[in-house]
C-alpha cells in the first residue's frame, strides 16, 4: 500500500487548501478511507472518514462546518477541502486506509496566530 499526500502549505486564518492522497497497492474503490492530523508531540488525531463509495462521511467536531472529505474512486485519490482554516489546524496530515497498517509522508499545513 502506497500513500502519497499533497496540497499543504502555510495560509492565513480564515484560508482554504485542499489537500489530496493518491493511493496505490490495493482496490481503492473497495475501501473507506480516512484523514489524520498529528501535532509534534501529541498523537495523531482522526479527522475524517469517507465510507467506499463516498455516501457516509464523518468529522471530528472541530473540523465540522469546515472540512469537506471527498474521493474519486477513477483517480484513487481521497481529498480534503478546509475552509475557514484556524490556528488550531496547525499539523501535518495524513490519509490512512483502515485495516493497513501503512502512512504515506504526510503534508504539513501551517495556519500562523
Known amino acids: 500500500v502506497r500513500l502519497v499526500e499533497s496540497g499543504g502549505g502555510l495560509v492565513q486564518p480564515g484560508g482554504s487548501l485542499r489537500l489530496s492522497c493518491v493511493v496505490s497497492g490495493f482496490t481503492f474503490r473497495n475501501y473507506a478511507m480516512t484523514w489524520y492530523r498529528q501535532v509534534p508531540g501529541k498523537g495523531r488525531e482522526l479527522v475524517a472518514s469517507?465510507?467506499?463509495?463516498?455516501?457516509?462521511?464523518y468529522y471530528t467536531d472541530p473540523v465540522k462546518g469546515r472540512f469537506t472529505v471527498s474521493r474519486d474512486n477513477a483517480k484513487n485519490t481521497v481529498y480534503l477541502q478546509m475552509n475557514n482554516l484556524k490556528p488550531e489546524d496547525t499539523a501535518d496530515y495524513y490519509c490512512?486506509?483502515?485495516?493497513?497498517?501503512?502512512w504515506g509522508q504526510g503534508t504539513q499545513v501551517i495556519v500562523p496566530s
Open positions: 469517507i465510507s467506499s463509495a463516498g455516501g457516509d462521511t
Open positions: 490512512r486506509v483502515p485495516g493497513f497498517n501503512s
